[in-house]
């Protein structure tokens, strides 16, 4: 069985993970402000949108609280605690589960840590000044995600010469700073950065070369859900892209699982992803592969 230790406890990576978005913020490219009541977050809401992930299956509780949607602009440090930090705090009280959190800032990360978060989920790489320190003194797994230029930015023609190759070197040489930095090889996880600085074609070819890149051994967390390359692929909006969504999660996870890689899939509909892979895995398993 391959585990991953995320502080007081352990994750079981021997299958595919499921790991349930919470986004704290307003402005969520797929579900903006459906905590909020009248402008302000509203707790009891967000606590019964964790109960209801971990009912239906999650393995973790991904809360963020800078909306990282192309076009975004960033919100300032006082924000974001703001944000999330009460929020965790009311999740480890109310229910005994693991909890990633999903900033850049060396603040958020040295809070969130004190108060309980179990991975750290970086869109950015560690690569805020600061970042990569705070995150190796926490001695929680970290989360190294590839994306081209910022979310303001990323959209507005990004451009590779070679898209797997490109990502891969830099999630190399990541990996390689946090070595350095003296976070252990074995809690490092890799992200590829399905939407962030890429056009369908750079996704597509990243979808294509999962086993790629899950075949140097690190863990992987991979973001597919309601992603604009579904929209595109199916023309269809961000409310109607929940079968694409797990589809391709499924396909993920079987491609991830053909050189025997780890992997954690973030998404926003917990119960149905959850149900597709168990039906994947028991046929799997029927057929002995």
């Known amino acids: 069985m ?3 230790k995320c502080g007081n406890k352990m994750l079981d990576l021997s299958c595919p993970a499921v790991m349930g978005i919470l986004n704290v913020t307003p402005d969520s490219f797929s579900d903006a402000g459906r905590l909020y009541t009248r402008g302000q977050l509203d707790q009891s809401k967000t606590l019964q949108a964790v109960e209801v992930m971990l009912a239906d299956g999650a393995d973790i509780i991904d809360i963020g609280g800078e909306s990282t949607r192309p076009g975004a602009t960033p919100v300032s440090i006082q924000q974001e605690l703001d944000r999330v930090i009460p929020v965790l705090q009311a999740v480890k009280v109310r229910f005994d589960c693991l909890i990633s959190i999903d900033t850049s800032s060396p603040q958020v990360i040295k809070a969130a840590a004190g108060a309980g978060a179990n991975i750290i989920n970086d869109v ?3 690569q805020r000044k600061g970042a990569l320190r705070a995150a190796a003194d926490t001695q929680l797994p970290v989360c190294l995600m590839h994306m081209q230029n910022q979310p303001s930015s990323m959209q507005k023609r990004p451009d590779y010469i070679d898209v797997v190759a490109e990502v891969l070197g830099f999630l190399e040489q990541r990996q390689q700073d946090c070595l350095a930095a003296g976070i252990a090889a074995d ?3 890799l992200d590829p950065g399905f939407g962030f600085g890429k ?3 750079h996704n597509l070819s990243l979808f294509n070369s999962l086993d790629q890149l899950a075949a140097r051994g690190q863990p992987m967390l991979v973001g597919l859900s ?3 390359m579904i929209g595109e692929l199916l023309g269809s909006a961000v409310d109607e ?3 694409g969504s797990v589809t391709m999660a499924v396909l993920a996870a079987q491609k991830i699982n053909a050189v025997r890689g780890a992997l954690i899939l973030r998404v926003h509909d917990v ?3 959850v149900q597709a892979l ?3 895995q028991n046929s799997a398993s029927a057929h002995g592969e």
Do not use: Y
Request: net charge positive; proline share 0%.
């Open 2 to 4: 391959r585990a991953l």
């Open 124 to 126: 950015r790489a560690l």
């Open 187 to 189: 809690q490092i996880l």
């Open 199 to 201: 056009t369908l074609d």
């Open 226 to 228: 309601r992603k604009s």
């Open 241 to 243: 892209r929940l079968m």
């Open 271 to 273: 119960k149905e992803t």
């Open 278 to 280: 168990r039906v994947w």
